[in-house]
């Protein structure tokens, strides 16, 4: 130790022993920091790196040792050999080289220390080399101890300087291992110095080749600029990997996936920003060492994950450690769906992929709704009403169960579409379908088109369970409707089947609900009826009416009966030709009963042509030229050539047309509006008279009135026949009375049957009445006083 000092203080120059110690510090600060770049890359990038930081180190260690030697002065003139100065740098670079390499071997927990203890090693091998170069006139000789002590402290620091260094790229370990690495350089060379002592022999002369003090310098200044241009190389290319890097975390952090990669020990390694963003997590609790536990738990905080997040844990530590890839699709408390895919990807390492997939998700949810339901009520469609009645099938035959179809009806729907819009129809069919669902009280709801509804009621006895859903639905469509402004009704035909007594399959209960379905609106509308076995009787029954309809023109089996309509002195004005069928094994047939049929077969057309001749006729041979009023299907106007026809016969029969009078109802107008509204026009134009048929049922609506002039009003007999039961009945009639009167246009009341009714008219001074109590419906042979031809008979007779 007493030597170490000795040489310490009076055989350096000072300035020289810190410039020796500037270039090991910034040697050692270049060698550590590109020794940390080696740790963070593989393969050949990391050859390339050790290389590197080899050659800073050892040039360091050597120029070091160098720059210490020219602060050595013992006295005597001092020459240096190449081979072994060279040999000695070789050495250094080398065996630092070899110690970086051994530290940086993966999987082995001694690599680091026993790397940096080669790295030691290294030191001292470049000292005793370098010593060895050294040519002076005398011996020189060593103190064993001390040479063991520079080795151990060359060995033990270095070793300490590495194990530093692969714990952390921190600035905090970088500048710990760089002064280790330092302390490493210069206890080795100083300690060593001191073990050696020069004993002057003259007669050693030193070799003239060797090189001088001022060469030596030389070759010191080559190996510090060797130094700083690793230095600038490491800089530069560090400069290009964080360039890299912050090009690689822009992309990473606009992906549209959130991205996660933890290490070996699960804890996080990097994760983008679009993954914090994703599951609003603070990144001062997720970030780089944070363990997966901490992280799950602060999702389970921020996003209520609806899982137990230590299973969660486990089941993602168990796959990422069996190597197995690890996807699910989650869906969180907010509405999100999101697609999590982690995979391991070596070393232990494993990265998390997380998509948002709500947007596809929900179109593709969108896109199967609109496969199975319809888009104005956004009810269940045909589609999935007929699986959902199939699996009601299914399911009640596995059961033993029952259950009901209802099928429904709105009445009276095209007259809203036409009167009032479209727009006000679709208004009505979607508040219908809102009232029919919240009646049905968890039954199927499904709209089948149009204004069809369909239920099926699951739950519960049959067929008491749909006999008090009917009443819940009639009652639910009570309640006017406001749409657009217009108060509407909207009145329900219900038909009912009933699994299993009513039909077994699909076929069969779908076809005999629609049996009762047409029960319930041919006798009245606005009622419910349950299917019975006679209804599919009555359908085939009338399907065998409307073959027989077929033949009853040519079999001569229809005929004219004629109700005469008076004046309110009483006097019979004209007579309304009504049609009738004399069937020729079922009697009498009302034309309440056979006109729908004649309607719906298109029959209407041959008979309806068949009616205007044979009233027009009929008319045209009165000695009286009397009115004759015809009623007029409104199929009549939507085939053919009506006024045409109108043309023909009052030509064929010679009826004056001021004479007939034509009876319209609503049906009419609805439909082809404007062309009806020309054909009346066209009519018109031949001489005769228009009159509005049953008004005050149907919507009756003013704009009908206002749309044509027509000739006459005829109020419908309901509301006279209910004229003592309600009080209403009276204020409508007093209404059309009075609008009649500002339009200028005659109101008839018809269905007459007592005089009271007959005076409340003349009170209200209405313009003419027709009824039982002026004359039933009859042959006109029994009108033949009125009409003139009983005259005519008698004076021929
Ligand atoms: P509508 O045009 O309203 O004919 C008047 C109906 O009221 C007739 O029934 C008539 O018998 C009945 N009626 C008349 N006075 C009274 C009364 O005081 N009390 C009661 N309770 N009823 C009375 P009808 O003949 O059975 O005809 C029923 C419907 O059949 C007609 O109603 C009309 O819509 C249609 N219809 C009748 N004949 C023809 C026709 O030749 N062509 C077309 N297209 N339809 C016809
Ligand atoms: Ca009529
Ligand atoms: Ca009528």
Same mark, same amino acid.
């Given at each position: 130790?007493?030597?170490?000092?000795?040489?310490?203080?009076?055989?350096?120059?000072?300035?020289?022993?810190?410039?020796?110690?500037?270039?090991?510090?910034?040697?050692?600060?270049?060698?550590?920091?590109?020794?940390?770049?080696?740790?963070?890359?593989?393969?050949?990038?990391?050859?390339?790196?050790?290389?590197?930081?080899?050659?800073?180190?050892?040039?360091?260690?050597?120029?070091?040792?160098?720059?210490?030697?020219?602060?050595?002065?013992?006295?005597?003139?001092?020459?240096?050999?190449?081979?072994?100065?060279?040999?000695?740098?070789?050495?250094?670079?080398?065996?630092?080289?070899? #110690?970086?390499?051994?530290?940086?071997?993966?999987?082995?927990?001694?690599?680091?220390?026993?790397?940096?203890?080669?790295?030691?090693?290294?030191?001292?091998?470049?000292?005793?080399?370098?010593?060895?170069?050294?040519?002076?006139?005398?011996? @020189?000789?060593?103190?064993?101890?001390?040479?063991?002590?520079?080795?151990?402290?060359?060995?033990?620091?270095?070793?300490?300087?590495?194990? @530093?260094?692969?714990?952390?790229? &921190?600035?905090?370990?970088?500048?710990?291992?760089?002064?280790?690495?330092?302390?490493?350089?210069? /206890?080795?060379?100083?300690?060593?110095?001191?073990?050696?002592?020069?004993?002057? $022999?003259?007669?050693?002369?030193?070799?003239?080749?060797?090189?001088?003090?001022?060469?030596?310098?030389?070759?010191?200044?080559?190996?510090?600029?060797?130094?700083?241009?690793? /230095?600038?190389?490491?800089?530069?290319?560090?400069?290009?990997?964080? $360039?890299?890097?912050? =090009?690689?975390?822009?992309?990473?952090?606009?992906?549209?996936?959130?991205?996660?990669?933890?290490?070996?020990?699960?804890?996080?390694?990097?994760?983008?920003?679009?993954?914090?963003?994703?599951?609003?997590?603070?990144?001062?609790?997720?970030?780089?060492?944070?363990?997966?536990?901490?992280?799950?738990? *602060?999702? @389970?905080?921020?996003?209520?994950?609806?899982?137990?997040?230590?299973?969660?844990?486990?089941?993602?530590?168990?796959?990422?450690?069996?190597?197995?890839?690890?996807?699910?699709?989650?869906?969180?408390?907010?509405?999100?769906?999101?697609?999590?895919?982690?995979?391991?990807?070596?070393?232990?390492?494993?990265?998390?992929?997380? *998509?948002?997939?709500?947007?596809?998700?929900?179109?593709?949810?969108?896109?199967?709704?609109?496969?199975?339901?319809?888009?104005?009520?956004?009810?269940?469609?045909?589609?999935?009403?007929?699986? =959902?009645?199939?699996?009601?099938?299914?399911?009640?035959?596995?059961?033993?169960?029952?259950?009901?179809?209802?099928?429904?009806?709105?009445?009276?729907?095209?007259?809203?579409?036409?009167?009032? &819009?479209?727009?006000?129809?679709?208004?009505?069919?979607?508040?219908?379908?809102?009232?029919?669902?919240?009646?049905?009280?968890?039954?199927?709801?499904?709209?089948?088109?149009?204004?069809?509804?369909?239920?099926?009621?699951?739950?519960?006895?049959?067929? !008491?369970?749909?006999?008090?859903?009917?009443?819940?639905?009639?009652?639910?469509?009570?309640?006017?409707? *406001?749409?657009?402004?217009?108060?509407?009704?909207?009145?329900?035909?219900?038909?009912?089947?009933?699994?299993?007594?009513? #039909?077994?399959?699909?076929?069969?209960?779908?076809?005999?609900?629609?049996?009762?379905?047409?029960?319930?609106?041919?006798?009245?509308?606005?009622?419910?009826?349950?299917?019975?076995?006679?209804?599919?009787?009555?359908?085939?029954?009338?399907?065998?009416?409307?073959? $027989?309809?077929?033949?009853?023109?040519?079999?001569?089996?229809?005929?004219?009966?004629?109700?005469?309509?008076?004046?309110?002195?009483?006097?019979?004005?004209?007579? *309304?030709?009504?049609?009738?069928?004399?069937?020729?094994?079922?009697?009498?047939?009302?034309?309440?009963?056979?006109?729908?049929?004649?309607?719906?077969?298109?029959?209407?057309?041959?008979?309806?042509?068949?009616?205007?001749?044979?009233?027009?006729?009929?008319? !045209?041979?009165?000695?009286?030229?009397?009115?004759?009023?015809?009623?007029?299907?409104?199929?009549?106007? =939507?085939?053919?050539?009506?006024?045409?026809?109108?043309?023909?016969?009052?030509?064929?029969?010679?009826?004056?047309?001021?004479?007939?009078?034509?009876?319209?109802?609503?049906?009419?107008?609805?439909?082809?509006?404007?062309?009806?509204?020309?054909?009346?026009?066209?009519?018109?134009?031949?001489?005769?008279?228009?009159?509005?048929?049953?008004? #005050?049922?149907?919507?009756?609506?003013?704009?009908?009135?206002?749309?044509?002039?027509?000739?006459?009003?005829?109020?419908?007999?309901?509301?006279?026949?209910?004229?003592?039961?309600?009080?209403?009945?009276?204020?409508?009639?007093?209404?059309?009375?009075?609008?009649?009167?500002?339009?200028?246009?005659?109101?008839?009341?018809?269905?007459?049957?007592?005089?009271?009714?007959?005076?409340?008219?003349?009170?209200?001074?209405?313009?003419?009445?027709?009824?039982?109590?002026?004359?039933?419906?009859?042959?006109?042979?029994?009108?033949?006083?009125?009409? #003139?031809?009983?005259?005519?008979?008698?004076?021929?007779?």
């Amino acid at each position: 130790m007493f030597k170490v000092l000795t040489c310490l203080t009076v055989d350096h120059d000072w300035r020289l022993v810190a410039l020796a110690a500037l270039t090991c510090l910034v040697a050692s600060v270049t060698a550590i920091s590109l020794f940390s770049r080696a740790r963070a890359a593989r393969g050949r990038v990391r050859l390339v790196w050790i290389a590197t930081a080899a050659a800073a180190g050892g040039c360091g260690v050597w120029a070091t040792h160098f720059i210490a030697m020219l602060a050595y002065s013992p006295g005597v003139p001092l020459g240096y050999g190449i081979g072994l100065t060279a040999l000695s740098l070789v050495a250094a670079i080398t065996i630092t080289g070899v #110690g970086f390499w051994i530290a940086l071997a993966d999987d082995w927990h001694f690599a680091a220390p026993l790397g940096g203890a080669v790295v030691g090693g290294g030191i001292a091998v470049m000292h005793y080399t370098g010593m060895s170069a050294l040519e002076v006139p005398g011996r @020189v000789t060593w103190d064993i101890p001390i040479v063991v002590a520079s080795i151990a402290f060359g060995v033990v620091l270095g070793a300490a300087a590495l194990t @530093v260094a692969v714990r952390g790229d &921190g600035l905090r370990h970088l500048t710990a291992s760089a002064l280790l690495l330092m302390l490493a350089i210069l /206890s080795c060379h100083f300690t060593a110095m001191g073990a050696a002592s020069i004993v002057p $022999d003259p007669t050693q002369i030193v070799d003239t080749s060797s090189m001088s003090p001022a060469m030596l310098a030389l070759a010191v200044a080559n190996a510090a600029l060797a130094i700083l241009f690793a /230095s600038l190389a490491g800089a530069l290319a560090d400069r290009r990997v964080r $360039d890299k890097e912050r =090009q690689l975390a822009t992309a990473v952090n606009n992906m549209a996936q959130g991205v996660v990669m933890f290490d070996d020990d699960h804890r996080l390694a990097v994760c983008n920003d679009r993954y914090l963003e994703m599951y609003d997590l603070s990144p001062h609790v997720v970030k780089p060492g944070c363990t997966l536990e901490q992280l799950i738990d *602060e999702r @389970v905080r921020r996003n209520g994950l609806k899982r137990d997040p230590k299973r969660y844990k486990e089941e993602l530590v168990a796959a990422m450690s069996s190597g197995s890839t690890l996807s699910a699709t989650v869906e969180y408390e907010d509405g999100r769906v999101i697609y999590i895919v982690n995979r391991p990807i070596g070393n232990g390492f494993w990265v998390g992929t997380h *998509e948002d997939i709500t947007d596809r998700k929900r179109t593709e949810r969108l896109i199967a709704h609109m496969a199975h339901h319809d888009s104005l009520t956004d009810l269940p469609n045909r589609a999935l009403f007929v699986e =959902q009645l199939q699996r009601s099938v299914d399911h009640a035959a596995r059961e033993k169960a029952n259950f009901a179809l209802l099928c429904i009806d709105l009445d009276r729907f095209k007259e809203v579409n036409d009167v009032f &819009g479209h727009q006000t129809g679709d208004g009505l069919l979607r508040e219908v379908a809102e009232r029919l669902q919240a009646a049905a009280d968890g039954a199927f709801v499904a709209r089948l088109g149009g204004d069809e509804f369909t239920l099926i009621s699951a739950e519960g006895p049959q067929p !008491a369970t749909a006999e008090a859903l009917c009443e819940r639905l009639v009652a639910a469509m009570a309640r006017d409707i *406001e749409i657009g402004g217009h108060l509407l009704r909207a009145g329900l035909s219900v038909g009912v089947a009933i699994y299993p007594m009513d #039909g077994r399959d699909m076929q069969s209960l779908q076809a005999n609900a629609d049996a009762a379905l047409y029960r319930a609106k041919s006798e009245g509308r606005g009622l419910v009826r349950f299917f019975q076995p006679n209804m599919d009787e009555s359908l085939r029954e009338r399907r065998a009416l409307q073959l $027989d309809l077929r033949s009853a023109l040519e079999r001569h089996e229809l005929y004219l009966d004629y109700q005469p309509q008076a004046d309110m002195a009483g006097t019979i004005t004209g007579f *309304e030709a009504l049609v009738r069928w004399r069937h020729p094994t079922r009697g009498l047939i009302a034309p309440g009963t056979f006109i729908p049929i004649a309607e719906e077969s298109g029959l209407i057309i041959p008979i309806g042509e068949w009616i205007l001749r044979e009233a027009c006729r009929e008319a !045209a041979s009165w000695p009286n030229p009397l009115q004759v009023a015809i009623n007029l299907s409104p199929v009549q106007f =939507q085939h053919g050539d009506l006024p045409g026809l109108v043309h023909a016969i009052l030509l064929e029969t010679g009826l004056k047309s001021g004479r007939l009078e034509l009876e319209i109802t609503e049906g009419v107008l609805i439909g082809d509006y404007s062309r009806a509204i020309s054909i009346l026009g066209r009519l018109k134009t031949l001489g005769v008279r228009i009159a509005m048929d049953d008004f #005050g049922t149907g919507y009756s609506s003013l704009s009908y009135l206002q749309a044509f002039p027509f000739d006459k009003i005829k109020i419908d007999r309901a509301f006279v026949s209910n004229l003592e039961q309600r009080g209403q009945s009276a204020a409508i009639i007093r209404a059309v009375i009075g609008l009649g009167r500002g339009l200028d246009l005659p109101v008839v009341a018809e269905g007459v049957e007592t005089s009271d009714q007959l005076s409340f008219l003349i009170s209200e001074a209405c313009s003419g009445v027709q009824g039982y109590l002026i004359g039933r419906p009859a042959s006109i042979a029994t009108f033949g006083d009125i009409v #003139g031809a009983g005259a005519k008979r008698r004076a021929a007779g």
